[in-house]
């Protein structure tokens, strides 16, 4: 993820540490997102077709997924934001 200078295209400069931060933590996010939600989906399915009670460990996996991905999401935003206020109060 490189920039080109605005003086030459064809020179390039390293990307800044805060870019480097959020490229970090959106492919961190990423992957949490995924465990999150697959995980708690895949586990009340499993369940349902185990004891013949569909739709409702499903529903019940989803709901969960739903809270955890809000939280991986808020938590991601919270990391973000305060590399961004420490770029700013330098």
Do not use: C
Not at 24 to 31: A, D, I, P
Not at 63 to 85: D, I, P
């Amino acid at each position: 993820m490189e920039q080109t200078t605005k003086s030459d295209p064809s020179k390039t400069t390293p990307p800044t540490a805060e870019q480097q931060l959020f490229v970090g933590t959106v492919l961190s996010l990423s992957w949490q997102l995924l465990i999150v939600v697959v995980v708690p989906f895949l586990g009340g399915h499993f369940l349902d077709e185990r004891y013949n009670s569909a739709p409702w460990f499903t529903l019940a996996g989803l709901l969960v997924a739903l809270a955890m991905a809000t939280l991986v999401t808020y938590r991601g935003y919270q990391t973000l934001a305060r590399a961004h206020n420490k770029t700013e109060n330098k």
